[in-house]
């Protein structure tokens, strides 16, 4: 089992990150599918890329065609 600590947020994941996370901060326990925080992740990074092409020169857009 992995653990991965952000702060006071531990999260417990099995090694192949499949099934459940356990995120625990404080006295406070939840479980949560992977699926699910997969999801929100993906739309977070897809967010990030969006504001990256939204802000970046024409130039910048070229080069990465390219």
């Keep these: 089992m992995a ?3 952000v702060g006071q947020v531990a999260f417990a994941v099995a090694d192949n ?10 006295d406070v326990v939840m479980r ?5 925080l997969v999801r ?19 130039s910048e857009l070229i080069s990465k065609l390219a």
Excluded: S
């Design 32 to 36: 949560v599918p992977m699926e699910a």
């Design 17 to 26: 990150f499949t099934g459940d996370v356990e995120i625990t901060k404080g």
């Design 40 to 58: 929100v992740v993906a739309e977070k990074v897809r967010a990030n890329r969006i504001e990256a092409l939204e802000r970046a020169k024409p």
């Design 3 to 5: 653990q991965i600590k």
